[in-house]
Nanobody, 121 residues
Framework: VQLQASGGGLVQTGGSLRLSCAAS????????MGWYRQGPGKERELVAT???????NYGDAVKGRFTVSRDNAMNTVFLQMSSLKPEDTATYYC????????????????WGQGTQVTVSS
């Protein structure tokens, strides 16, 4: 069972990027999915989460600029980032709550490997 994130890169201030994160493995269902980030010298912070029913939650720093969405059929979560600022520079991590077969059913919170987003001024 793993999460694979992609889509990071270098972008100028005011630009946009779209991150993706796909869950794979012996997954029965996927609960909350989301994104967190950790900038240089900072603690990891919430970016956005989305529940199975589509209810979203955003960190104050990204409200109005970022949009989280998901494709339940593909077990994938997306993060559309717009109006990017230098302070958005960070490693972005996806996280998901998964019900998996190990072979017994078990609920796990799994982190992806992180993808770097750098916003130049």
């Amino acid at each position: 069972v793993q999460l694979q994130a992609s889509g990071g890169g270098l972008v100028q201030t005011g630009g946009s990027l779209r991150l993706s994160c796909a869950a794979s493995g012996s997954i029965l269902s996927v609960d909350v999915m989301g994104w967190y980030r950790q900038g240089p010298g900072k603690e990891r912070e919430l970016v956005a989460t989305i529940a199975l029913d589509g209810i979203t939650n955003y960190g104050d720093a990204v409200k109005g600029r970022f949009t989280v969405s998901r494709d339940n059929a593909m077990n994938t979560v997306f993060l559309q980032m717009s109006s990017l600022k230098p302070e958005d520079t960070a490693t972005y991590y996806c996280k998901a709550g998964l019900v998996v077969r190990l072979p017994a059913y078990k609920y796990l919170e799994v982190w992806g490997q992180g993808t770097q987003v750098t916003v130049s001024s």
